[in-house]
């Protein structure tokens, strides 16, 4: 007579006879090491954007500027504008514009270039976001190379020599790009000699130490990275698929439409760098000794166009 409270015996093998693939996919898969941690996104990827967002902002108030001045704010209705005869390109410096005169809450001058003012304040709320998460960089160690003076320097060469080339002979980047404004300081702001001081401080702290800061961590340290698995901090820096080492340049290139040929150069360049020392540092450092040169360059022989 068996016990009612004894286990069938085809109980006992179902639960014995667990195979080991089974017991394996039930452990639960070990999560990788994050390089930047949980807030990785706000250390690596948040500066640059808003970096972005903030450049982009500028232009866009700078056009508003422009449209008001032109008295193309209030648009007619479309039948309207069909009907209207074309009327000659307006010269927004024959504009007289009382000196006094503001726009956006009164907080810019209109009859000024809104550039110089909003760098300045893009340059400054960047700078305070980077102070403010600037720890999160020194989780990767830093690490620098004679390789980073020697990519600094040369690219310095490589960038000026292929834009000049594009833009007297070959003229791709014209076709590409209607390209940056020629913004002269000591001319724009001749009437403000303390604010001009200011912008040309702010001008080169972005030019040297802060985007090449927030660009090569954001391109080096997110974008390849991200581009191999879209969870990205796991995946170990200076490490990445085909596609992974390519991004960069893409993105050089589609960043600066205006100088491709430059572009497609320093970039790889940097890569390869990058790719031989593991370092993103020597990144950072190759990059700030570029832009160091060309700011010396722009303002030395005065060729606004790279600003």
Known sequence: MNDENSVPPSDLDSTNDATPEAAVSQVPKERKPRVFGKFAFWIVVFPFIYYLVGMQCGSY???????????????????????????????????????????????????????????????????????????????????????????????????????????????????????????????????????????????????????????????????????????????PLAEAKQLGWLSPTIYGVVAHMTEPFAALAWFSMVTWMYKKTGSIWDCVIAHSITNLLLGIIVVKYGLWYYW
Do not use: C
């Not at 508003?64 to 209705?77: A, C, I, W």
């Open 61 to 235: 108030l700078e056009s508003m500027r422009v449209s008001f001045l032109k008295g193309e704010l209030d648009q007619p209705h479309h039948d309207e504008e069909a009907n209207r005869p074309p009327q000659e390109e307006i010269d927004i410096d024959s504009i007289e514009v009382d000196p006094d005169a503001t726009f956006l809450l009164g907080l810019l001058p209109l009859g000024k270039n809104s550039y110089p003012y909003t760098y300045v304040f893009n340059v400054a709320v960047t700078t305070a976001i980077v102070l403010l998460v600037g720890w999160g960089y020194f989780k990767v160690p830093f690490r620098v190379s004679i390789w980073s003076v020697i990519v600094g320097v040369v690219g310095i060469v490589v960038w000026v020599g292929l834009t000049e080339l594009d833009r007297n002979f070959i003229h791709l980047g014209e076709s590409l790009s209607s390209g940056r404004e020629a913004f002269n300081p000591f001319v724009a702001l001749k009437d403000e000699p303390s604010f001009l001081r200011k912008f040309l401080i702010f001008r080169f702290l972005g030019l040297v130490i802060i985007v090449p800061l927030i660009e090569e961590f954001f391109v080096r340290g997110f974008l390849i990275r991200y581009v191999d698995d879209p969870d990205w901090d796991e995946q």
